[in-house]
């Protein structure tokens, strides 16, 4: 090509290359090893001094296909695919810290990862500062001499909280810090965090990059040199991507951007409708201009993704009502689908905090999580009221 192609145009081209058969879609490479011609090769290969695959724990073609478009979209100079978003988290932490080391996370981070750094974190010797998204104060006063790694999430799961990669990316810098972010609620279709300073960015694949909610994958992208620790340590510890995985994962990034459109034209309109409605405390939404970070939300996003939450009145019991009267909107522990879904967190993803971290971490007791589908809106609408009268009864 004689003109670079946009990152959204590499996501759909970027292919392996053709077999002898010239298929126009990538085959599966359903194996878990690769064979060798003679014994020199092999060696060399097993030496790091030619690329050939050796084994699928640590590379396979359409392993390497899916992590090459998700460099260019994110804008990341190498990556690694693993089996789950949480082991793409796990990994990262546990590759590049270690005993004495120090760690700020942002207090409203998905509910595995809390536990990772306020249960496992401290059986290794590695101490974990959480501070809230929205206080740069905290964020200041938390950095120590050892303070090795920023983690954060962007919007937050599931109160939608924003936080400011430009001003993120400055205060690692400054402070000479890792920052790793994890971009599932966005995409890289709609924000870059590695264009604001990020090192690392982490992604449950589960989510929106499969968009239909049929298999499990995760990704670290960024610095290469950062990655080559991380492949390491996944090499030797096996968190692999199956190929399969990577195969569904790969063809869904060619239609990333036009799902990510309609999801977030849809959850825009959702949060309008809610906002309107008389049984909704408040919404939360990144493209709500009632969202108290809006105006960094417009600066760093280019939508507002497909995730909203709200607090229905009533508290728990109401937010029960209203799942069990949806009668379209699935009622399941994902988001990210073509599907909508609505979450009850503090009884679900969040039910093995303390009740003093949940409110700590803003998980109300009605708090509902919509993650809007690509059904037709009017009728997520239609559903969303309808349970919402049958909560008040
Ligand atoms: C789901 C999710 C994860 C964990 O990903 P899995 O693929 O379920 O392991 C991590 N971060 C966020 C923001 C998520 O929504």
Request: net charge negative; charged share 20%; with cysteine.
């Amino acid at each position: 090509m004689s003109r670079e192609l946009d990152p959204i145009s590499k996501a759909i081209r970027i292919q392996n290359k053709k077999t002898v058969q010239k298929e126009h879609s990538t085959p599966l490479y359903l194996t878990s090893s690769f064979t060798f011609d003679d014994a020199e090769t092999m060696r060399a290969a097993f030496a790091d001094e030619n690329d050939s695959n050796i084994y699928s724990r640590f590379s396979n073609p359409n392993v390497d296909e899916f992590v090459s478009k998700m460099c260019a979209l994110e804008g990341a100079e190498d990556g690694f695919a693993t089996s789950t978003g949480m082991s793409a988290i796990f990994s990262s932490f546990f590759a590049l810290l270690k005993q004495g080391d120090h760690m700020i996370c942002c207090s409203s981070v998905f509910g595995s990862t809390f536990t990772i750094v306020t249960k496992f974190f401290p059986r290794y010797g590695i101490t974990c500062t959480l501070v809230p998204a929205d206080d740069k104060d905290a964020w200041e006063a938390a950095v120590q001499p050892n303070t090795k790694m920023v983690y954060l999430e962007t919007p937050t799961n599931p109160q939608i909280g924003i936080i400011d990669l430009e001003w993120a990316g400055q205060f690692t810098k400054k402070h000479n810090i890792l920052l790793n972010v994890d971009n599932c609620f966005a995409t890289p279709v709609i924000q870059r965090p590695i264009d604001f300073g990020a090192d690392l960015v982490i992604h449950s694949a589960t989510k929106w990059i499969d968009g239909q909610g049929r298999v499990l994958g995760g990704v670290i992208v960024g610095r290469a040199e950062l990655v080559k620790d991380i492949y390491m340590f996944c090499r030797h510890s096996g968190p692999a991507l199956a190929p399969f995985n990577a195969w569904v994962l790969s063809k869904s990034l060619e239609t990333l951007d036009v799902r990510m459109e309609r999801h977030s034209s849809n959850a825009l309109k959702i949060a309008e409708a809610l906002e309107q409605h008389p049984t909704v405390a408040w919404v939360k939404y990144p493209f709500l201009p009632s969202h108290p970070q809006y105006a960094i939300a417009k600066k760093q996003m280019k939508s507002g993704g497909g995730v909203l939450c709200f607090e229905i009145k009533g508290g728990a019991q109401a937010g029960a009502r209203f799942l069990n009267a949806l009668e379209m909107i699935s009622v399941t522990a994902n988001l990210g689908d073509s599907r909508s879904i609505a979450a009850h967190p503090s009884s679900t993803t969040h039910s093995k905090l303390t009740d003093q971290e949940r409110i700590s971490v803003g998980i109300t007791p009605g708090l509902i999580r919509i993650s809007a589908g690509l059904e037709k809106v009017d009728d997520i609408i239609a559903d969303i009221n309808q349970a919402l009268a049958a909560s008040q009864e």
